[in-house]
């Protein structure tokens, strides 16, 4: 796989995760990578991005909760995201355009549940 999503799993509402996407060298460093989720029974979404040179951007519904960022070399790419709610229960899917085709990881399951 090109790129494989860690760090999910069973959470309480209120608590903190941090999620993980580490890329196959043969992604180039200099592109930018995101990640998106699904939650049962709806569409993918895209959550947080990130260019190469550090510059996040946030989908308005998350944009005070989650933080992306990505280890100098480009990976792993991280996604913290902070005082989950039931709403943020998903697969979270780190993804990538490269050479005009998107990549995606297998994704990483988020449960929200006290």
């Known amino acids: 796989a090109l790129v494989v999503e860690s760090g999910g799993g069973l959470v309480q509402p209120g608590g903190s995760l941090t999620l993980s996407c580490t890329a196959s060298?043969?992604?180039?460093?200099?592109?930018?990578m995101s990640w998106y989720r699904q939650a049962p029974g709806k569409e993918r979404e895209l959550v947080a991005s990130?260019?190469?040179?550090?510059?996040?951007n946030y989908a308005d519904s998350v944009k005070d909760r989650f933080h992306i960022s990505r280890a100098k070399g480009g990976s792993p790419v991280y996604l913290q995201i902070n005082d989950l709610n039931v709403e943020d229960t998903g697969t979270y899917y780190c993804s990538t355009l490269m050479a005009g085709r998107r990549i995606w990881g297998q994704g990483t399951q988020v449960t929200v549940s006290s």
């Open positions: 990130i260019t190469s040179g550090g510059s996040a």
């Open positions: 060298r043969r992604i180039p460093s200099a592109i930018s």
